[in-house]
């Protein structure tokens, strides 16, 4: 792992902006747990904010393997995102500590608009977590996200081609992570066993198969993540449509950070699952039975 001055550096808790700010309602909120292979599996759950300097929770509306992971291992990575240019951002360190099914711990979470007058989705489950550690909020500035559109249509940075095309990816996939101004993020585990998410807009597709991230925005950040260490990704769309993948950080080659895709996740409901390699075929319905 290359040694760099970060001078975001991470403090043992958060300011009293940093708590506001988690507090935003329409914003892009992530959650990164750690599986059972040792994977970062980034979530987007809106319903999530700091209820204090050293606390924040989390609440559960539908079942995921996030719940099931963070049940296992309690170290979990948090990014919040505004959801307008210029967009900002705050990086938190938490662990679980407790599990509410009280209905009080929800209640906050269950008045925002998203669930206020929805009879079908309930935050019935809330997770609260100690913060280990946070960062000052922090700004995804416009010059590096177009620094990240040239950089890519430079065919020198073409380095993480093998000639060889293979649809790890799907159209919509491909879509998601080669879109010029779409929110990508990575996340990795690191040295204390904390998952960290990174931002990297530039992120674009290579072949099917690969990612290739410019260091053209967060160097200090992307240059922390270590050579063949495992990661995710997570991208988006701004009408919500979403995808994660999961694979190994191949390093660093001329500027650029490579990662070669391994399992391709669906996080959209109502079916989340892997859908490569290992995809879940989905019978088509054509006859409905008579209900008497």
């Given at each position: 792992m290359k040694s760099t001055t970060n001078k975001f550096h991470w403090l043992p808790e958060l300011?009293?902006?940093?708590v506001k700010f988690s507090h935003i309602e329409i914003m892009a909120k992530f959650v990164a747990t750690i599986d059972p292979q040792g994977y970062p599996h980034i979530t987007m759950i809106t319903s999530n904010k700091a209820t204090s300097p050293s606390v924040l929770k989390w609440g559960e509306f539908t079942t995921g393997q996030s719940k099931s992971n963070v049940v296992k291992n309690p170290k979990q990575g948090f990014l919040y995102?505004?959801?307008?240019?210029?967009?900002?951002?705050l990086q938190v360190k938490g662990e679980l500590e407790s599990i509410s099914t009280d209905g009080e711990d929800a209640a906050d979470f269950n008045q925002i608009s998203l669930f206020r007058y929805n009879t079908y989705m309930?935050?019935?489950?809330?997770?609260?977590?100690?913060i280990i550690q946070a960062?000052?909020?922090r700004n995804i500035s416009l010059f590096g996200i177009v620094r990240g559109i040239l950089a890519n249509l430079n065919p020198f940075q073409f380095k993480a081609k093998t000639g060889d095309y293979e649809e790890r990816l799907e159209?919509?996939?491909?879509?998601l992570f080669s879109g010029p101004i779409f929110p990508k993020f990575i996340s990795y585990?690191?040295?204390?066993?904390?998952?960290?998410?990174?931002?990297?807009?530039?992120a674009r597709t290579v072949e099917g198969k690969r990612i290739r991230i410019p260091l053209t925005q967060f160097k200090d950040d992307l240059l922390q993540i270590p050579k063949d260490s495992k990661v995710a990704m997570f991208a988006m769309d701004f009408e919500m449509v979403t995808q994660l993948i999961k694979g190994r950080f191949l390093g660093?080659?001329?500027?650029?950070?490579i990662v070669d895709i391994e399992r391709v996740y669906n996080s959209m409901p109502p079916k989340m699952g892997e859908i490569y390699p290992n995809k879940v075929k989905v019978e088509k319905v054509e006859e409905f039975p008579a209900i008497l």
């Amino acid at each position: 792992m290359k040694s760099t001055t970060n001078k975001f550096h991470w403090l043992p808790e958060l300011d009293e902006s940093a708590v506001k700010f988690s507090h935003i309602e329409i914003m892009a909120k992530f959650v990164a747990t750690i599986d059972p292979q040792g994977y970062p599996h980034i979530t987007m759950i809106t319903s999530n904010k700091a209820t204090s300097p050293s606390v924040l929770k989390w609440g559960e509306f539908t079942t995921g393997q996030s719940k099931s992971n963070v049940v296992k291992n309690p170290k979990q990575g948090f990014l919040y995102m505004t959801a307008e240019m210029p967009f900002q951002f705050l990086q938190v360190k938490g662990e679980l500590e407790s599990i509410s099914t009280d209905g009080e711990d929800a209640a906050d979470f269950n008045q925002i608009s998203l669930f206020r007058y929805n009879t079908y989705m309930r935050i019935y489950r809330t997770f609260f977590n100690r913060i280990i550690q946070a960062r000052k909020i922090r700004n995804i500035s416009l010059f590096g996200i177009v620094r990240g559109i040239l950089a890519n249509l430079n065919p020198f940075q073409f380095k993480a081609k093998t000639g060889d095309y293979e649809e790890r990816l799907e159209p919509v996939g491909i879509r998601l992570f080669s879109g010029p101004i779409f929110p990508k993020f990575i996340s990795y585990i690191d040295t204390d066993g904390y998952p960290v998410i990174i931002p990297c807009f530039q992120a674009r597709t290579v072949e099917g198969k690969r990612i290739r991230i410019p260091l053209t925005q967060f160097k200090d950040d992307l240059l922390q993540i270590p050579k063949d260490s495992k990661v995710a990704m997570f991208a988006m769309d701004f009408e919500m449509v979403t995808q994660l993948i999961k694979g190994r950080f191949l390093g660093i080659q001329r500027k650029t950070g490579i990662v070669d895709i391994e399992r391709v996740y669906n996080s959209m409901p109502p079916k989340m699952g892997e859908i490569y390699p290992n995809k879940v075929k989905v019978e088509k319905v054509e006859e409905f039975p008579a209900i008497l």
